[in-house]
């Protein structure tokens, strides 16, 4: 069983910066992701990242503003997110595979472990 927690979120304006972070208990070898979901609006894939930190993904709405990291020792991953938008606004939620599913991917029904969420609020 894996458990995640995220930390990091606020209220920040648009055009700012912020870090979101996720820790893992548990043992894992997976690859993690970050998804949000907006007011109204359906969860979505953000980001993505493999077991190894080699590979990642995002979705275009975010890519080149955002960045995801890990580091392996800790068993933590971080969202670095810059040049917010009132859009970006939503609750984020970190997300494992489960078992030993190195390979970072961008479909929600892929990831097996979620945290409880955290608000980022963009203000205009």
């Known amino acids: 069983q894996v458990q995640l927690v995220e930390s990091g979120g606020g209220l920040v304006q648009a055009g700012g910066s912020l870090r979101l972070s996720c820790a893992a208990s548990g043992r894992t070898s997976s690859a993690m992701g970050w998804f949000r979901q907006a007011p109204g609006k359906e969860r979505e894939f953000v980001a993505a990242?493999?077991?190894?930190?080699?590979?990642?993904k995002y979705a275009d709405s975010v890519k080149g503003r955002f960045t995801i990291s890990r580091d392996s020792v800790k068993n933590t991953v971080f969202l670095q997110m810059h040049s917010l938008k009132p859009e970006d606004t939503a609750v984020y939620y970190c997300a494992s595979r489960g078992g030993a599913r190195p390979m970072a991917t961008m479909m929600r029904a892929d990831y097996d472990y979620w945290g409880q969420g955290i608000q980022l609020i963009v203000s205009s």
């Open positions: 990242i493999s077991w190894s930190g080699a590979n990642t």
